[in-house]
């Protein structure tokens, strides 16, 4: 914890993941533990499956029907039976128009956001939130690396056991 008791911005858990559907089965634990105001920045590689991710998220979440990538709509709001889920793609965005299109009301709204190709805006995210990237390592294998800024996130990737590494990537 540093000094404002908000966790270490800069641990890093992993997590090697065998299949798309224990992908899905990791997304489903993370909603799990979401909560009104909660933030997952994701990125990753085009192809290392970020959509199939916020797919399996939005279900968990109680998300009725088709959830896809909102490339070219930017944002997509769907309703939950346990909390909104507001989907976003800025992978099209600059910082400047990211920031003008008011994401922020999202960010600290009553459901849970998930933006896809976050790194692009990562100026204008909350100050608590948890970082995943999605690394392939195979067909359908992925590592899935997990940095959580603020108290909660920090619990919760302690809560789902992924193990913590060292700056550099190694486990510690």
């Given at each position: 914890?540093n000094s404002?008791?908000?966790?270490d911005?800069?641990?890093?858990y992993?997590?090697d993941i065998a299949?798309e559907?224990a992908?899905?089965?990791?997304?489903?634990a993370?909603?799990?533990l979401?909560?009104p105001?909660?933030?997952l920045a994701l990125?990753?590689?085009?192809?290392a499956?970020k959509t199939?991710f916020a797919k399996?998220?939005?279900?968990?979440?109680?998300v009725a029907g088709?959830?896809?990538s909102?490339?070219?709509?930017?944002?997509?709001?769907?309703?939950?039976?346990?909390?909104?889920?507001?989907h976003?793609d800025?992978y099209?965005l600059?910082?400047e128009?990211?920031d003008?299109?008011g994401?922020?009301?999202?960010?600290?709204?009553n459901g849970?956001?998930?933006?896809e190709w976050?790194s692009?805006i990562?100026?204008?995210?909350?100050p608590?939130?948890?970082?995943?990237?999605l690394?392939?390592?195979?067909?359908e294998?992925?590592?899935i690396?997990?940095r959580?800024?603020?108290?909660?996130?920090?619990?919760?990737c302690?809560?789902?056991?992924?193990?913590?590494?060292?700056?550099?990537?190694?486990?510690?």
């Amino acid at each position: 914890m540093n000094s404002n008791g908000t966790g270490d911005p800069s641990n890093r858990y992993e997590l090697d993941i065998a299949s798309e559907r224990a992908t899905a089965a990791f997304a489903e634990a993370l909603a799990e533990l979401a909560f009104p105001g909660a933030v997952l920045a994701l990125d990753g590689d085009l192809g290392a499956g970020k959509t199939h991710f916020a797919k399996a998220y939005a279900a968990a979440l109680g998300v009725a029907g088709i959830v896809n990538s909102p490339t070219f709509t930017i944002i997509k709001e769907y309703e939950g039976t346990k909390l909104p889920f507001y989907h976003m793609d800025v992978y099209r965005l600059s910082l400047e128009e990211a920031d003008e299109l008011g994401l922020d009301e999202y960010f600290h709204g009553n459901g849970v956001t998930l933006v896809e190709w976050a790194s692009i805006i990562e100026p204008i995210l909350p100050p608590e939130r948890l970082h995943l990237r999605l690394e392939t390592t195979g067909a359908e294998s992925r590592r899935i690396v997990c940095r959580p800024v603020g108290r909660p996130y920090e619990a919760w990737c302690a809560r789902l056991g992924l193990r913590l590494t060292e700056e550099g990537g190694h486990s510690a």
